[in-house]
C-alpha cells in the first residue's frame, strides 16, 4: 500500500488522521482509494474536471509531481501539500 500524508487542514475529512494508506497505481488511483475511504477528500484535491486545485502541491517522495497519471509503487509516499500565499 501507497502511504498518503495530508495537512491538519483536511483532518476534519480523515477522521483526524495524518498518515492513510491507500491502492492505486497512479497517484489519481491513489486518491480514488482515500476517497473511497473518506468520501469528499479527493474533491478537497482536485477539481471536478481532474485537475490539482491550485492551492495545493502533490508530491512523490521528494519530487513534486504535475501530472495525476505517475505511477506510485507500494513503498511510495504521497504528500498532499497546501501551498502558502499572501501578501
Same mark, same amino acid.
Given at each position: 500500500?501507497?502511504?498518503?500524508? %495530508?495537512?491538519?487542514? #483536511?483532518? $476534519? ?6 498518515? =492513510?494508506?491507500?491502492?492505486?497505481? +497512479? %497517484?489519481?488511483?491513489? #486518491?480514488? $482509494? ?6 469528499? =477528500?479527493?474533491?478537497?484535491?482536485? +477539481? ?40
Amino acid at each position: 500500500m501507497t502511504a498518503v500524508r %495530508v495537512p491538519s487542514a #483536511l483532518h $476534519d475529512y480523515t477522521g483526524g488522521q495524518s498518515k =492513510l494508506a491507500a491502492d492505486g497505481g +497512479t %497517484v489519481d488511483a491513489v #486518491l480514488d $482509494d482515500i476517497d473511497r475511504q473518506f468520501p469528499g =477528500l479527493k474533491f478537497r484535491i482536485v +477539481t471536478e474536471h481532474g485537475a490539482v486545485r491550485r492551492h495545493i502541491k502533490i508530491f512523490l517522495n521528494q519530487d513534486m509531481i504535475e501530472a495525476l497519471s505517475t505511477p506510485v509503487g507500494p513503498h511510495d509516499e504521497v504528500h498532499v501539500i497546501l501551498a502558502l500565499s499572501g501578501g
